[in-house]
């Protein structure tokens, strides 16, 4: 996998993990998505390419989100807050990794049983070039039903067949930029 496809793989997984409850543990939490297959589609505007991806998932592996990556985001954000909000959910995030820092806002509009949509915009210091230093996002979840034979939560489809499952953190990690 190419630097630049991993980078594009990335920005909707991390739209995706973006979805988890934040810290400290008196910080307000989203609610668990209803348990099943949840189609996912990532518009990144005229800067990248819409991404649609295919998530199982149940309670458990929502709730293990929350617990896999908040530590790893107290390493990288000095702040990362959700509000809950007149129409649903608004996040801020302030991270910093491999000489990167990000700024990043969010709202989260819809449900967790049907659909929701979260529109990102982020503004980025230093890191690669070819990255755009503001964007914003578009992401578009709905259930779709029961996970497909064979899928078990956590399990995540991208584009080109690309299959991982979530609580696979190493997988993660390596679709980072660096």
């Known amino acids: 996998m190419t630097t630049s496809t991993g980078r594009l793989l990335w920005l909707p997984l991390a739209a995706l993990l973006g979805t988890a409850p934040a810290w400290p543990s008196d910080a307000v939490e989203l609610p668990v998505r209803k348990p099943g297959l949840w189609e996912m589609k990532m518009d ?11 998530h199982c998932t149940d309670e458990t592996i929502d709730k293990q989100m929350s617990t ?4 790893m985001s107290k390493e990288v954000c000095a702040k990362n807050e959700i509000r809950k909000t007149a129409t649903g959910y608004s996040t801020d995030a302030d991270c910093s990794a491999g000489g990167m820092s990000t700024k990043t ?5 819809g449900d967790f049983n049907s659909a929701y949509t979260v529109k990102v915009t982020s503004h980025q210091d230093g ?5 755009p230093r503001d964007a914003t996002m578009m992401l578009q979840a709905k ?6 034979p064979g899928q078990k939560p956590g399990d995540v489809v991208m584009p080109g067949g690309f299959k991982m499952n979530i609580k ?3 997988k993660l990690k ?3 930029p660096k």
């Open 44 to 54: 990144g505007g005229a800067q990248l390419p819409t991404v649609t991806m295919q």
């Open 68 to 71: 896999a990556f908040s530590p």
């Open 105 to 109: 806002h969010a709202d989260i509009t």
């Open 127 to 131: 890191g690669p070039t070819e990255v």
């Open 143 to 148: 259930w779709l039903g029961a996970c497909k």
């Open 168 to 170: 696979d953190i190493e």
């Open 174 to 176: 390596a679709l980072m």
